[in-house]
């Protein structure tokens, strides 16, 4: 951004990048053959829903062309940070659908002028015990794993403590590099704590 | 520059933008003439000639050169500004999985800027800045009546505000600014350094309405900005800390020690701000943000 530019706040905004969406298959290949984790078929998309009537239209639109294709089942969900997300599920599990559904969501909602409101896509994998997130940054065009550490240790308020596995973390971002984008600023990988979806 | 600017474009807001920047362009030209002036009068007519006589006795080159380092050694030092080390007193720097830095993470996320430090401070007001000490990452210094105070839609809209002072690097033309408006008072006549003074302020609060705009955009929520300006500037404290003082001109709020809508303030109006806003609902209600 030259000088001129920031002085007159002439920025452009950062136009999400939906592509590396559809390496996920085969990240999702290489987790089941190395870990042994599988898609739990549910996936989201989280956005930020801007005021006024345009963007009523918007969610009516994506509800609409999902139904119309016999699409998923999606529930809509706002988190305490104030942001939208859409929650897909595919029943039996299955990853490449779930991600065909996803850049649905995804283009009809950057088709609309609605772009700069992605913050990211999220889909969920299991050992059975273990569950993790690929975050997907749309504006950086990368993932990185969000790891909810798992295990019996409670807070004196009875609450569980909010800690991330970075041991799995850091294992799935070595195993996925051939296969995905991954985020290397790890100062990017914020924490999605009870993502709808997750 | 319609189809290029972050956003879309406000006509009204970039109009005023250019007059300021043309404004403080005139004035920095203003005192340059003005301090040359004053070095004419200090030096006297004799130096001039003593000049003069250098340059025909054959040295025209050696003058010519020196004048040259002169100017290459005072711009140098015109644009790297006055790198003053600001302790900021009472700032603790928010650890990773604090609920602020996940609300300033997410809004990064979403604008794709590298994030910046976060910290909280002691005012005896409600506000935000920012704040770069040599040396040192960008901080965004929270006040902790703002902190606990203020509802999380506003809080987020305060850090949006001020994240787009940090990505439109307003840190350092501030620093620029006041460099210029510093030097124009202590070397230039009253009536210029006046003039100067109220042209660089008035970029400055060209500077707030960017970063409002450029923010409510972002979160999608102009009416949240509405209320934390308001929310802000009606607690009443104000300031009289002159360490803070000028890291304060990049205030969420300027802090108040008389009314606003003087030439020299450093933020525009609540009432200027509030309509700048609603031409921002306007876009947001009728296409989508990027249209």
Known sequence: MGLLDS??????????????????????????????????????????????????????????????????????????????????????????????????????????????????????????TRTFGLVYLFKRGTFYPFAPAVGDARTIDGEAPQRRDNLLEIQLRDLLKDDLRIEPEVSRWFAVWGAPGL | MGATTRYGDDAQLSRATRLALLRVGFAAVLTAVAIAMSYVVLVGIKGLMGLRAAWEFGHWWAVAGLSLLVVVLSVGAFLRGRVAARRIRGAELLPEDSRFVAVLARLCALADIPRPRLALVDLPMRNAFVGEAPGQPVTIYLSRHAAYELPDDQLEAVLAHELFHVAHGDTTLTRRLERIADTAERRAPEVVSTYVLRSVRSLMRQREHAADRAAALLTGRPSSMVA????????????????????????????????????????????????????????????????
């Open chain 1, 7 to 128: 002085i007159l706040g002439r920025s452009k905004p950062a136009k999400p990048d939906l592509d590396q969406l559809f390496g996920l298959p085969s990240a999702a290949i290489t987790l089941e053959a190395s870990l042994g984790f599988t898609s739990t078929g549910t996936g989201s998309v989280a956005f930020r829903a801007p005021e006024g009537r345009a963007f009523a239209d918007v969610q009516a639109d994506v509800q609409a062309l999902l139904d119309a294709g016999g699409g998923p089942k999606v529930d809509v969900s706002v988190d305490s940070f104030g942001y939208t997300w859409l929650v897909l599920r595919k029943d039996p599990p299955d990853l490449p659908a779930l991600v065909t559904d996803l850049h649905a969501v995804n283009s009809t909602l950057q088709d609309s002028g609605f772009g700069p409101t992605l913050l990211c896509s999220l889909a969920s994998f299991t050992d059975g």
């Open chain 2, 228 to 291: 934390a300006i308001e929310a802000c500037s009606s607690d009443g404290a104000s300031i009289r800390d002159a360490d803070l003082r000028s890291a304060v001109a990049l205030g969420f709020v300027p802090p108040r020690e008389r009314g606003f809508g003087y030439p020299e303030d450093t933020h525009p109006t609540v009432a200027r701000r509030t309509e700048v806003l609603a031409r921002v609902a306007t876009t947001l209600g009728s296409r989508g943000p990027d249209a």
